[in-house]
C-alpha cells in the first residue's frame, strides 16, 4: 500500500491524516503513518476530540485533575488539546524539516461559541 499511497501524494498532493485523537501520538501510529505512508499533517475538530476523549483513558490522569485547578469547560478543552497538538507537531518535525515547503499547519480545535 505504501506504493500507492507514495503515488497518491506525488499525484494529488500531501496525504493529510483527518482524525487526531490521542492515541497515534502516544502509540507511535502517528509517527508509523509519516515515515511509512507519506502522512505529511493531521487535522482535528472539536467532535473528533470529545469521541477520542469519551472512548480513551489517555487524558484520564488531566481530567481528574481539572476540577482541582477550577477549569471551566473552555479552560479544559485548551488544557486537553493543547498536549496532543503539540505532540502531533513533535512527531511531524521531521517531515517538516524533510519537506522543501515545510507543511506543518497545527489547528487546534475550539468549542463552537470561542470560535
Not at 503515488?7 to 502517528?30: H, K, M, N, Y
Not at 489517555?58 to 481530567?63: M, R, S
Not at 479544559?76 to 505532540?87: C, E, G, P, S, Y
Request: glycine share 6%.
Amino acid at each position: 500500500m505504501t506504493g500507492n499511497l507514495e503515488a497518491l501524494s506525488q499525484a494529488a498532493g500531501p496525504i493529510w491524516l483527518d482524525d487526531l485523537s490521542p492515541e497515534p501520538p502516544v502509540s507511535g501510529s502517528l509517527a508509523a503513518l509519516a515515515a511509512d505512508d507519506h502522512v505529511v499533517g493531521v487535522t482535528t475538530n472539536p467532535s473528533i476530540f470529545a469521541r477520542a476523549i469519551a472512548d480513551s483513558d489517555t487524558h484520564g490522569a488531566q481530567i481528574r485533575d481539572l476540577p482541582t485547578r477550577g477549569a471551566d469547560v473552555s479552560e479544559a478543552m485548551r488544557a486537553l488539546t493543547k498536549f496532543d497538538v503539540r505532540w502531533a507537531c513533535d512527531v511531524l518535525r521531521p517531515v517538516y524539516h524533510a519537506t522543501a515547503t515545510g507543511i506543518l499547519l497545527p489547528a487546534r480545535p475550539y468549542a463552537p461559541g470561542t470560535a
